[in-house]
């Protein structure tokens, strides 16, 4: 652990950096404006509630920038991008905050974006910032068509029926029977390691990187991407009360670490042979193997 400890306080660091230069993005790119009319306006509050609220791990969009970090490119490039996939994931937040879906009153000791405003206007906020990720991807590359084109089909891949959305689904039939352990693995494969990976790989894409590295990175953010929900799962996990449709529910505590461990060596074993540049890659990995929250 001591060694640990060693390895995460400069990635830390990193890590807020990355947040800062995320959150002042967004700030832009979703401004105020008292000349709009008043719906917009509770709009675009909505939309800021939850998209700029203090919290926010930002892992998704951080990890695009350490990507950019890996492949010795300028931050700028894949900033966008990494406010796009930022931008996915917020939505998907207030709409599995809703009624009909996991029915949550509170996230990071606030209320909900339903809760805070109406259900109507979460659920506009929501497919206001899903539709507008592709429109920030489009505009920040419009001179790199071929990198734009590939990165918002790799970033709706991961959002939609083939991805997030499909593992949401999945993740709502699992309350109603028992999943065995590949079915699990597939629903978070989707619901969560699906936008995790793109974040890396469209990062890759827009920052020119080749076959090779996308491929790499591919490998390491989809190991990282299902690394994330075990951790989760550890977290989340009680002995009195176990959560139904959790690695550890299935596998109970002590596999479910085992598996956390394997899942960190898949992902650092894609990357072995990345040079110095990618150091905070390997530490985002074990930062999450030991996380706290």
Not at 83 to 96: G, N
Not at 249 to 257: H, I, N, Q, S
């Amino acid at each position: 652990m001591k060694t640990v400890g060693m390895e995460t306080k400069g990635l830390e660091a990193k890590m807020e950096e990355a947040a800062a230069e995320i959150a002042a993005l967004l700030e832009k790119v979703f401004s105020t404006d008292a000349e709009r009319a008043e719906g917009w306006q509770k709009l675009n509050e909505s939309m800021r509630y939850s998209l700029l609220q203090e919290g926010a791990k930002r892992f998704r969009p951080t990890l695009s920038l350490l990507t950019a970090d890996a492949l010795g490119v300028d931050r700028s490039l894949v900033l966008p991008f990494a406010c796009a996939v930022e931008c996915v994931h917020t939505y998907s937040l207030i709409h599995d905050d809703l009624p009909s879906m996991d029915n949550d009153d509170f996230r990071r000791g606030k209320p909900t974006n339903h809760k805070k405003f109406d259900e109507a206007t979460a659920i506009l906020a929501g497919d206001a910032l899903l539709t507008d990720a592709f429109g920030i991807v489009a505009e920040a590359y419009v001179e790199e068509p071929e990198a734009a084109v590939r990165s918002i089909l790799e970033l709706s891949r991961a959002a939609g029926s083939q991805g997030m959305v499909g593992g949401q689904a999945m993740d709502m039939a699992a309350k109603k029977k028992s999943f065995d352990f590949e079915d699990l693995r597939l629903l978070h494969l989707l619901k969560t390691g699906a936008l995790i990976r793109v974040a890396s790989v469209g990062a890759a894409i827009v920052a020119g990187a080749s076959e090779e590295q996308i491929e790499d990175l591919s490998d390491y953010a989809s190991s990282l991407g299902l690394a994330f929900q075990v951790a989760d799962d550890i977290l989340d996990y009680s002995q009195e009360h176990p959560e139904s449709g959790s690695y550890c529910a299935l596998l109970g505590p002590e596999k479910t670490r085992e598996l956390l461990q394997e899942l960190t060596d898949e992902a650092l074993e894609a990357i072995i042979d990345w040079d110095e540049k990618a150091e905070a890659l390997r530490e985002l990995a074990q930062f999450n193997l030991y996380r706290s929250r």
